[in-house]
């Protein structure tokens, strides 16, 4: 694989990293967060049908295993779409 990029967990592309939104279970206390610390990393494209699939099927816990609070999901879900707060509500409940 090429130096500096990544696979989405979800539809398997391959890209450079700065593509991908990265979700990381931290090496020292095995948290959970976005973006930042060392650890197991899971990468996922910034799209609507990636978050949904990753999120259905636990993508993300088993890529990390680790389990993702909702509030990754709430986070990532706010990063989709800042504007579209009403539509949050829905997309995170089912």
Not at 42 to 55: E, G, H, R
Not at 62 to 87: F, N, T
């Given at each position: 694989?090429?130096?500096?990029?990544?696979?989405?967990?979800?539809?398997?592309?391959?890209?450079?990293?700065?593509?991908?939104?990265?979700?990381?279970?931290?090496?020292?206390?095995?948290?959970?967060?976005?973006?930042?610390?060392?650890?197991?990393?899971?990468?996922?494209?910034?799209?609507?049908?990636?978050?949904?699939?990753?999120?259905?099927?636990?993508r993300?816990?088993?890529?990390?295993?680790?389990?993702?609070?909702?509030?990754?999901?709430?986070?990532?879900?706010?990063?989709?779409?800042?504007?579209?707060?009403?539509?949050?509500a829905?997309?995170?409940?089912?």
């Amino acid at each position: 694989m090429p130096s500096n990029f990544r696979r989405c967990v979800v539809c398997r592309k391959l890209a450079p990293k700065q593509a991908f939104w990265r979700v990381v279970r931290d090496f020292s206390s095995h948290q959970v967060q976005l973006d930042i610390g060392m650890g197991r990393s899971a990468y996922l494209c910034p799209t609507t049908d990636c978050l949904q699939i990753a999120q259905r099927k636990d993508r993300l816990g088993r890529a990390l295993k680790a389990k993702v609070p909702e509030s990754i999901y709430g986070a990532l879900w706010e990063r989709l779409a800042p504007d579209s707060g009403s539509d949050l509500a829905q997309k995170t409940s089912g």
